[in-house]
């Protein structure tokens, strides 16, 4: 019910009470009447429509979101660059701010028991295919680590393996997104694909673990150029405690309580989620508040992740730059949105994809459904997390997308393009979507 049909109903509601006092004959009980309506029944009244206006707007808050708001960067920050005032991205995990810190009694407890201790991450500059090469080979690097009490110098094997630790994150992020009821998009995280860890796998005799040690040195030799040490992967998302303001209101079901949490302090043109909690029913955010229904009745603190949402200011400096998962929408796109139609044409998905303006990168050339992939796949899903139970991969059709090279970093096209990729896959279920560089 909008403003105007609620006005319109209290003049409606007026009028048959006017008429009603004009039919009593008597002047006496005209008085009691109109007082009676006038103290009671249009008090009752303007009080119910006020009720019901504002679970209108509660209603169409929590149905109605600014998807903009929502938008997920990610980067990779050489550790001398790294700025922690900067006013957009942080450290995906805080422990890489400290650098490299080494006890050899845990690294000999790690390769005794579990076979393997990660010494350091690095990210691999490398294609995907290649990089899918050098994983399955695992090549043997020589590391040295120094010590001192006593000094010495032990040569350690080392191996290069996976680093998935990033991308778990990407996947609870997911589950944040799906329980504070926002819809799902694919974020770019191109470089989180190419983090690893130099992983010591064998140690020389001789070590007791009481070893202080002071340097490490790992010998890189052909692959020198394909690694980056000493990078820190960020994103634009920071992890908040707050507490809730006042007592916690009993909702009209008596069941469940409505905690508000101030964001005046944080900024109010970001975007929050609110950890998971078996006993939270509803999130929505109006103003500077964070409104959470619950069924606990105690005040408490709030684990909320703040999506940062700002420009980038002249100052700032990325020897990589940033992927964001915003698009520029088109008018015909939004008009489509609103009325829930789907692309349906080639050149629809040619705007579609465009839009996200990484020609730079990779250019949209064509799409075409096979019954079978050409050749080796070239490209991987950035949503693996997002199980689909009902469709039968292997039986389905391929819908393939062909893009050529762009300008920029030739090592991460591919990545960029599984990025395009799984994005067209979440708008076309019922294809097994991939996509290939010509």
């Not at 991450?121 to 295919?129: H, I, S, Y």
């Not at 997911?174 to 191109?190: D, H, K, M, Q």
């Amino acid at each position: 019910m909008g403003r105007w049909q609620q006005e319109s109903g209290m003049e409606t509601m007026k009028e048959m009470i006017q008429k009603e006092i004009q039919s009593i004959a008597g002047l006496e009980e005209r008085v009691v009447f109109k007082e009676l309506m006038e103290g009671v029944f249009l008090s009752l009244y303007e009080t119910n429509l006020n009720m019901y206006g504002e679970l209108e707007r509660r209603v169409r808050e929590e149905l109605d979101y600014d998807k903009n708001r929502y938008r997920i960067k990610t980067g990779i920050i050489e550790r001398e660059f790294f700025d922690a005032s900067h006013h957009l991205l942080f450290p995906m995990e805080e422990e890489d701010l400290t650098g490299n810190l080494y006890d050899m009694k845990e690294i000999l407890r790690a390769v005794t028991e579990e076979g393997a201790f990660p010494l350091m991450k690095v990210m691999l500059r490398c294609d995907f295919l290649e990089m899918q090469r050098l994983l399955g080979a695992q090549p043997v690097f020589e590391g040295v680590i120094e010590t001192e009490e006593p000094e010495g110098e032990w040569k350690v094997e080392v191996r290069l393996r996976e680093n998935r630790r990033y991308l778990e994150k990407i996947g609870y992020l997911y589950l944040l997104f799906t329980r504070n009821g926002i819809p799902w998009e694919t974020v770019n995280a191109s470089y989180l694909y190419k983090m690893a860890d130099m992983t010591v796998t064998g140690l020389p005799e001789g070590l007791t673990g009481r070893e202080k040690i002071k340097r490490v040195v790992i010998q890189f030799g052909e692959y020198s150029k394909l690694i980056q040490k000493d990078v820190i992967p960020v994103w634009n998302i920071r992890k908040l405690e707050l507490e809730s303001v006042g007592f916690p209101t009993p909702c009209e079901d008596h069941r469940n309580f409505e905690h508000n949490i101030s964001l005046r302090q944080h900024g109010m043109n970001h975007a929050y989620l609110v950890e998971d909690d078996r006993n939270i029913h509803s999130i929505s955010q109006s103003g500077d508040k964070l409104r959470i229904v619950c069924g606990m009745g105690e005040a408490r603190k709030w684990s909320v992740y703040q999506i940062r949402s700002s420009e980038e200011q002249k100052i700032d400096r990325y020897t990589y730059p940033i992927m964001g998962n915003g698009r520029a929408d088109s008018f015909a796109e939004k008009y489509q949105r609103k009325w829930n139609q789907h692309i349906r044409t080639k050149t629809e998905l040619q705007h579609y994809i465009r839009g996200y303006g990484l020609e730079e990168y990779i250019g949209y050339q064509d799409c075409r459904i096979e019954d079978c992939f050409p050749g080796q796949r070239e490209t991987y899903s950035m949503n693996p997390f997002v199980q689909d139970e009902i469709r039968d991969r292997a039986a389905q059709k391929k819908l393939v997308l062909y893009f050529r090279r762009g300008q920029r970093l030739e090592w991460l096209q591919r990545d960029v393009l599984s990025f395009l990729v799984s994005e067209v896959q979440r708008i076309y279920p019922e294809y097994d979507c991939g996509g290939v560089l010509v």
